[in-house]
């Protein structure tokens, strides 16, 4: 026998039971209710007599659990592999743009898969918080279960995206199996980016050139924002190339928003009628965290407390550092000079107009398509992100000038509609294509610009319109639920593919 099963044991033997210390005491009269009898101290109540030999057997610690062996002999040790390689598979889809629920959901069905072919496990379970990815086994001849918990990194690259979904289809349909996913895996990780870095600048071109006249600004500030767009993306690749690793984030986010407050802050200084606030906009487009926003908002409404909560923090946290930079480099170049500021001056307005409506026939496609290929959209998905885009965009308009009762066009309901129109547009290609609906979903998302309202909304408070700025700001998280709203009832409607 080892030692501590020798101290379990001698521990139990020479403990005896409360009963045989004082048997006197068994024998005491009961205590009169107002307190102690004499000297004595009040006494317990008894257990029962089965209850103490309960009692009395019961070690004085807990014995340590049999621990599970995995070394390549053991009966488990294949489902322990699977196990593993599901894992990297779900880490992979988070890395690449997949949300939590539905990689969650995912890894559940395909190990409740592999339960079922072994005789040993008799449970698995995963469950993904906004850090961390808990994985759970539960074996037949022990009611513990053994829980390993990795740490996940979550990003956005759509079209490594849908090559993860070609290899999850072809593990569901038998074509490939776990064991060959390692290596599957990697070619995936080490494949090349659709488009080369010419292609991505340009698409922050058109997307700085095209979201102010969105936004209703004018040909002024499309053209400053075009070129504050390739600004913004040769600095965020200058940060990320010669940065140290330590300094990447959020420090590349601060830097980038710098640059663009302090260039547009010097037009500023030349053309006062320039809006600095849809400037600054177009060159950190894609670093607003918008999508993350709805994110959160999402996973709250779906019961995940941490994890929503973690990612609300976390657009927040990222929206106040390009706060940041973005005021510091206002300031700098506009103080000393004794310029307007962040507050365009409107008394004369023929510097520049703004573009008909019309215009936005070409503005919005060009804001598609730059959206699709910076998020490394596949080239044959791209047609149907910009469908998809545009659709959601219609319907906005469409039902956003629809009047309320007091006769104010109702944008809200226009947001419902448009996020369910994409939803039950971006489930039927998932279904139809067998891929993440989350590839036509995330740029659609994202043309909602809640997290553009967000930063107006922050910016107008810091100039001193506390009402409109905190109207704007609190229509960011409005935003976000009329999106999530859309986006469950048309998921309700028509459930995506099994692919996530």
Known sequence: MSDEGEEVALGTAARPSRSNENPQQQQAPSLPPNGTNGDEKPQLPQLP???????????SRPQSLPPIEMDASSSLFPFVLKFERAVDLGLAA???????????????????????????????????????????????ESQWPVTVITDMKEGYHLDKLSR???????LLQGRETLATTPSLLDDIASAPDPYG??????????????????????????????????????????????????????????????????????FNLAVPQLNVIFTILSGIAFP??????????????????????????????TLGWLLLGAFVGVIIVDRPAGGPGLSPDEEDGTISTVPP???????????????AVGFQTSYKDVPWSILCQGIAFCLVVAFGYIPTEDGTPS?????????????????????????????????????????????RGIISIGIGDKETGTQQFLQMFLVAMMIFLGVAVGMSILPPSDIL
């Open 49 to 59: 007599p089965q209850e103490k030999a309960r009692h009395s057997n019961m070690p």
């Open 94 to 140: 988070l890395r690449y743009g997949a949300g939590g629920i539905a990689v969650e959901r995912f890894l559940n069905g395909l190990l409740l898969k592999y339960v079922s072919q072994s005789n040993e496990i008799s449970h698995a379970v995963v469950r993904i918080s906004n850090t961390e990815l808990f994985c759970s086994i539960v074996t037949t």
């Open 164 to 170: 993860w979904a070609d290899l999850a289809q072809a």
């Open 197 to 266: 870095v010419f292609v991505i600048g340009l698409a922050w071109v058109f997307v700085g050139f095209g979201l102010p006249p969105v936004l209703g600004g004018t040909w002024l500030d499309a053209g400053v924002g075009s070129l504050l767009g390739l600004v913004c993306y040769l600095t965020y690749l200058s940060f990320a190339k010669y940065a140290p690793p330590s300094y990447q984030n959020p420090w590349n986010n601060v830097f980038v928003a710098f640059v663009a407050g302090a260039i547009s802050a010097g």
């Open 288 to 317: 607003l965290p918008g999508y993350t926003v709805s994110l959160g908002v999402a996973e709250l409404a779906d019961g995940r407390v941490v994890a929503g909560m973690a990612h609300l923090v976390g657009g927040l946290v």
């Open 357 to 371: 409506k019309y215009w936005q026939a070409l503005f919005v496609p060009m804001l598609c398509a730059s959206l």
């Open 411 to 455: 944008s809200n309901l226009g947001i419902v509609v448009s996020s369910v129109g994409m939803t039950l547009f971006s489930n039927a290609w998932s279904r139809l294509r067998h891929k993440p609906t989350q590839i036509l979903l995330v740029p659609a998302i994202v043309l909602q610009v809640s997290g553009t309202i967000g930063f």
